[in-house]
């Protein structure tokens, strides 16, 4: 808690860098803590996917729903309040949304994970942002591994190469989170140093 509100506790880094394990452990270190996944606030395959746009600018641009993101949690939270409301979360299977009732009370710690978190739209609602930093060989391994959704292993790494490399690539250099950051937790070959 930062005087009468909440601790916005941002954990950043590129695909495949292990930030919801990260914060799954701190969570599990902290006592009234809450986790919140930005992979709940993106829009719809419909709206994600758009074929106007090259792939990685409908990652980085389209994707996610920041401005409700903003509005529903962390503008409230920063202003002190506590948050009692029925939140849109992101329901892969279904491809829609459901309902999650959120009660964050003043005193807790909030952690959020994901991707692009030192944008500007984002970065000033965080009071410490870790960026983890992990190589693209051990993220790539990562996806292999879990991201089987998207098909067999060539559609895997094409999928990473036309969609979230190019859009990573522009966070790095427009946003330079390694360096923004106020921590930063380095993995090499898939371990923690």
Known sequence: ?????????????????????YALNLLGQLK??????????VHTREVRYNDQFEEWYCYYHVQWRYDYL??????????????????ELYDKPTDSYRMRIFDIPVGATVIVEGIFLQRPELRGYF???IYLETNQET????ALDRDSYIGGSEDIIRHYEQRYFPAED???????PLEMADAVEYEVRGRAL
């Open 1 to 21: 808690m930062i005087g009468n509100r909440p601790l916005l506790i941002g954990i950043d880094g590129l695909g495949g860098s292990g930030k919801t394990t």
């Open 32 to 41: 009234n803590a809450i986790v919140i996944h930005l992979d709940d606030f």
């Open 70 to 87: 903003i509005e529903k949690l962390l503008k409230p939270l920063k202003s002190g309040l506590a948050v009692r409301d029925a939140i």
């Open 127 to 129: 009071d410490k942002v």
């Open 139 to 142: 993220r790539m391994a990562r």
């Open 170 to 176: 522009i966070y790095v250099e427009q946003c330079n």
